[in-house]
């Protein structure tokens, strides 16, 4: 597969062309979770799961996954706003209608509103499943999201199944999610100063970053769905009432950015993600099988005596369906040379491995490193 083969269905064009600069190949492309044919739905007959400890989860089809509000930054709402393709008008006008409400937005780029954060951290058992808390830029015709083509760190590198398991979780959540959100706060930041934005609020947009892990009381206009205007002319200062042009003006800074200037732009924090994005990238890329294994921690979900569904990373939302029999010949596994462990499993149980079933067990950390092991029921 060529370097610019990476999927344009898996990152946005922008975030494509940096990060071909930045991995030595290609990034492939996460099949087993589609928004086009979503896995999590039920199928004719069965009912939305009550809870995730539940044996089979599926979220709610006029949901699906978009029960998250994502902060789209300055320049990523610019590039929305500046993209006058017809058929992309519902997105851009799902965006416009959040700029005139001017709920969560501030020369940063839009935030969820405080009333929106507090009931997606209280509402875990909502997640894929509330209407209530779905993403006002999802569409209803075709179940597709709005600003899919601009969309931002969160929503371009969450997937509820990886093809290669944690391993696939580890590169796209654990290492390239925080190297892109980094970028972003690092460039939206960076396009104000590009403006000369006024000192007063710089000042209001550092203060309320450093307060943003606080508790604060929600305010009764937040509530309400309301903002109040001094407190919004101050963060905005000159721009306000021009708030659309300054997005527009941050896609212009930021669009044509080099990886290399996005480095120099972020800093140490931005260049040492990058590095350990680099180093998930090539786990990735590798398929070999250690040479020591043990039995990792997994959850037995449902046991058959032909298939046992066992959940290890991922809980819920990724199981993975393992032979009985083969679950119980796991014990040979307990650090000894991963070709011994083999050799005694085919001697003794009549079972022969073949190398990719093993990289699939190692994969969904059914088989780690050895230091971590035990296998424990759903009842525990």
């Not at 300055?74 to 005139?100: C, K, T, W, Y």
Request: with cysteine; aromatic share 8%; proline share 7%.
């Amino acid at each position: 597969m060529a370097l610019s083969a990476i999927p344009s269905a898996s990152l946005p064009e922008l975030y494509s062309r940096w990060l071909r600069e930045l991995f030595p190949g290609p990034i492939p492309a996460e099949t087993h979770a589609t928004c086009d044919a979503c896995v999590m739905l039920p199928s004719a007959g069965q009912i939305l799961a009550q809870t995730p400890d539940a044996r089979t989860f599926y979220f709610n089809p006029s949901t699906k996954c978009c029960t998250y509000v994502p902060q789209l930054h300055n320049f990523l709402v610019g590039q929305i706003l500046l993209d006058d393709d017809p058929a992309f008008a519902p997105g851009r006008s799902s965006v416009e209608s959040r700029l005139a409400a001017r709920l969560g937005i501030s020369p940063l780029g839009l935030a969820p509103p405080s009333s929106y954060s507090l009931q997606y951290e209280h509402g875990t058992l909502a997640f894929g499943r509330s209407r209530a808390m779905r993403c006002p830029h999802y569409l209803d015709e075709g179940g597709r999201c709005g600003v899919w083509k601009y969309r931002e760190s969160t929503c371009c590198t969450w997937f509820c199944k990886y093809v290669r398991g944690a391993v696939g979780q580890n590169f796209w959540r654990e290492a390239l999610h925080p190297l892109l959100q980094t970028v972003e706060h690092q460039l939206a930041m960076w396009c104000l100063v590009e403006l000369e934005f006024d000192a007063e609020p710089l000042e209001a947009l550092l203060d309320a970053s450093a307060r943003s892990d606080a508790a604060d009381p929600l305010k009764p206009e937040e509530l309400d769905g309301r903002v109040e205007p001094a407190e919004y002319a101050r963060l905005w200062g000159r721009w306000r009432g021009r708030e659309a042009d300054l997005y527009r003006e941050c896609a212009r800074l930021v669009s044509p950015l080099s990886w290399a200037q996005v480095l120099a732009i972020g800093g140490a924090e931005v260049q040492a993600r990058a590095r350990v994005a680099t180093r998930a990238h090539a786990r990735l890329m590798d398929s070999s099988i250690p040479a020591r294994l043990a039995a990792g921690s997994v959850q037995l979900v449902q046991i058959g005596p032909e298939i046992t569904r066992v959940a290890s990373y991922s809980n819920e939302l990724d199981p993975l369906d393992v032979p009985t029999p083969l679950l119980f010949a796991l014990r040979y596994f307990d650090g000894r040379l991963t070709q011994d462990a083999l050799r005694e499993i085919k001697q003794n149980e009549g079972i022969t491995l073949q190398e990719d079933l093993v990289r699939k067990l190692v994969d969904f950390s059914v088989l780690v490193s050895p230091g971590l092991s035990g296998i424990h029921s759903g009842e525990d």
